[in-house]
């Protein structure tokens, strides 16, 4: 079996119907126009358990080869109580959201988790002002050069480091349709940006 990605939603290839026999896979409904099982993207997770429950062979074609950051030479300095915000939200599975007063440096406590996770990055805002904010960050305390989509850009991020082209972060103003986005990361400004943490692929965590 194939698990494909199209439209926002998954398709299950599979040229023996023998294999999806049985209890309802999450999510997924029979679709004529193709003869194939389709299901929300955000079933992803759900359903690779689902599969490997039932020992069915498959490939996952979702969310490909998983994307890497460089390595950070030098971590992101943090106060006692950030390094326990970041410690609960990795023991949480890295989803969760940080709630901290202004000013007490939940920008920083963002960027520490960009670069313990390692993965390429959203970084969602809702002002022109915490977007241009973000975007000095990222340079400054990372050293990546990120996207940005919203205010007349559109365009994905780049590390710097080693003059690698490995995926950065992108920051997104006014975000309302990401598309599939897998092995991400999302960073919120504000918690109204995103509720639960979304995704088509992997379920990312979300920081306000």
């Known amino acids: 079996m194939r698990l494909i990605f199209d439209r926002g939603t998954i398709v299950l290839l599979s040229t023996s119907n023998t294999e999806l026999t049985g209890a309802k896979l999450p999510g997924a409904l029979w679709d004529s126009r193709i003869a194939a099982l389709r299901c929300p993207a955000r079933y992803h997770d ?62 920083r406590l963002a960027l520490a988790a960009i670069a313990r996770a390692g993965v390429p990055t959203l970084c969602l805002v809702p ?5 241009e904010q973000w975007m000095g960050s990222l340079r400054e305390t990372l050293r990546i050069e990120p996207g ?11 590390s710097r480091w080693r003059r690698s082209r490995a995926p950065g972060a992108t920051c997104i103003a006014w975000a309302t349709s990401l598309g599939c986005l897998s092995s991400t990361r999302f960073i919120t400004s504000e918690p109204a ?16």
Request: charged share 20%; aromatic share 6%.
């Open 46 to 107: 759900e359903l690779i358990a689902e599969l490997v429950r039932r020992h069915v062979r498959f490939t996952d074609e979702v969310a490909g080869t998983p994307a890497r950051l460089p390595t950070i030479s030098e971590p992101v300095e943090l106060r006692p109580y950030q390094e326990a915000a970041l410690a609960a939200w990795e023991l949480a599975g890295r989803q969760g959201t940080a709630v901290l007063p202004t000013g007490s440096g939940k920008t």
């Open 127 to 131: 002002t022109l002002v915490l977007l």
């Open 148 to 158: 940005q989509l919203g205010d007349g850009e559109h365009r994905t991020g780049r």
């Open 193 to 208: 940006c995103a509720t639960r943490p979304w995704t088509c692929a992997r379920p990312p965590g979300a920081w306000a």
